[in-house]
Antibody, heavy 120, light 110 residues
Framework: QVQLVQSGAEVKNPGASVKVSCKAS????????IHWVRQAPGQGLEWMGW????????KYSQNLQGRVILNRDTSASTAYMELSSLKSEDTAIYFC?????????????WGQGTLVTVSS | QPALTQPASVSGSPGQSITISCTGT?????????VSWYQQHPGKAPKLMIY???KRPSGVSDRFSGSKSGNTASLTISGLQAEDEADYHC??????????FGGGTKLTVL
């Protein structure tokens, strides 16, 4: 069965960086795109960007351009999201989600979420 | 500010029908038949309920349906059940390989 399993909760100081992983199983990693979506406390979902599991292409939200880096390791079937220069407003649950690489535009499987808390 | 506008909350009694709207622009909702809807229970990850505007994934009840008119997409839930109480999020492809979400709607089953 398809699973996306994310790394554990993180607590970071303002100005630091955080890296969250998303390990995929149950499907061919290279055939799908991994998106990242975050949810601040009590708020809606915010799209952050994507990385293509096959060719490594990526796209970022303009809101986060310059602070977020998305990568993947095909040998480990794992995608990574790194967010730098953390601010208190980055406190959120970060989700990875899968999109079919053949032109579909919906997220059919999601990771369990990773809580990132930014606090001094 | 979320790119797509949803009502903050809606409510209905068991057995009734409710509709949640999702208003975007001619650059996203109005330009593509690529709106999806997600159900999210507290402390859980979102779950895909509707994709490409009106299609249901396998396993999703046919009480859930989607539609679109102009720049506004809608999710209708008929025959409300207690288990439908959750947050609902709409999402649209917005061109140039980007996506946008709404602010989410809290559904209360009275």
């Amino acid at each position: 069965q398809v699973q996306l399993v994310q790394s554990g909760a993180e607590v970071k100081n303002p100005g630091a960086s955080v890296k969250v992983s998303c390990k995929a199983s149950g499907y061919i990693f290279n055939n799908y795109v991994i998106h990242w979506v975050r949810q601040a406390p009590g708020q809606g979902l915010e799209w952050m960007g994507w990385v293509n599991g096959g060719n490594g292409d990526r796209k970022y939200s303009q809101n986060l351009q310059g602070r977020v880096i998305l990568n993947r390791d095909t040998s480990a079937s794992t995608a990574y999201m790194e967010l730098s220069s953390l601010k208190s407003e980055d406190t959120a649950i970060y989700f990875c989600a899968r999109v079919d690489g053949s032109g579909h535009a919906f997220f059919d499987y999601w990771g369990q979420g990773t809580l990132v808390t930014v606090s001094s | 500010q979320p790119a797509l506008t949803q009502p903050a909350s809606v409510s209905g009694s068991p057995g009734q029908s409710i509709t949640i709207s999702c208003t975007g622009t001619s650059s996203d909702v109005g330009n593509y038949n690529l709106v999806s809807w997600y159900q999210q229970h507290p402390g859980k990850a979102p779950k895909l309920m509707i994709y490409e505007g009106h299609k249901r994934p396998s396993g999703v009840s046919d009480r859930f349906s989607g539609s679109k008119s102009g720049n506004t997409a809608s999710l209708t839930i008929s025959g409300l059940q207690a288990e439908d109480e959750a947050d609902y999020h709409c999402c649209s492809y917005a061109g140039d390989y980007t996506w946008v979400f709404g602010g989410g709607t809290k559904l209360t089953v009275l």
